[in-house]
């Protein structure tokens, strides 16, 4: 079962424009994780933000949790047409495993 | 250095058969993890690897999925008697230790006809 939610599922912008992106869980979490995909292959780890942080940042990226809500944002800043990929958000509670949401559709327009 | 590697990149089987799955992990990651990802879905976790052994198989469908892991290494994951279900592409990622982030092979995608 997937533990995550991400909303939207689809999102569509101009270049240069910010993009966020929200992910649900429902039970506690050591950290949560934000993944790229690109043409449905291969993941590329983002960042990790862990349970005791409320936010991090790496280059364009900025990432927040929120454990009273069991909610985590990304922000994708000036976008770019090459951020144009499937963006999952994955927990990782007290077990070994990494459970991923349902992934947000990205589309970043010139 | 050299990432995670996956064969093969495309298989095309008929319903009945068996298949391998190959994944060469990164040299020193003593975790391995198995995924399945469904067409337009998220990943479904399969199977996890801590050096040779798998601790959590709670991912793996039915009793015809079936993994191993050999010199803290290679991993083979095996599908017996293909279903059309099982078509997908199925991920294979490593990492320094069941705590760090995971890096992902490119998948193998999985067609059964």
């Known amino acids: 079962s997937q533990q995550g939610e991400e909303d939207p599922q689809a999102l569509s912008i101009q270049e240069g424009e910010n993009a966020t992106m929200n992910c649900s869980y429902k039970t506690s979490i050591n950290n949560l994780q934000w993944y790229r995909q690109n043409s449905g292959r291969g993941l590329v780890h983002l960042i990790l933000i862990r349970s005791n942080e409320r936010e991090k940042h790496s280059g364009r990226l900025r990432v927040t949790l929120d454990t009273s809500k069991k909610s985590s944002s990304l922000l994708i800043t000036a976008s770019r047409a090459a951020d144009t990929a499937s963006y999952f958000c994955?927990?990782?509670?007290?077990?070994?495993?990494?459970?991923f949401g349902t992934g947000t559709q990205l589309k970043v327009e010139l | 250095g050299a990432g995670v590697s996956q064969s093969p990149s495309n298989k095309v089987t008929e319903k009945g058969k068996d298949v391998e799955l190959r994944c060469d992990p990164i040299?020193?990651?003593?975790?391995l993890y198995w995924y399945r990802q469904r067409l337009g879905q998220g990943l479904e976790f399969l199977i996890y690897f801590q050096g040779n052994s798998a601790p959590d198989k709670s991912g793996l469908p039915s009793d015809r999925f079936s993994a191993e892991r050999t010199g803290e290494s290679v991993s083979t994951l095996t599908i017996q008697r293909t279903q059309q279900e099982d078509s997908a592409v199925y991920l294979c990622?490593?990492?320094?230790?069941?705590?760090?982030?995971?890096?992902f092979g490119p998948g193998t995608r999985l067609t059964v006809t």
């Open positions: 040299s020193g990651h003593t975790a």
């Open positions: 994955a927990t990782r509670g007290g077990g070994n495993k990494l459970t």
């Open positions: 990622a490593s990492s320094l230790d069941r705590t760090n982030e995971q890096y």
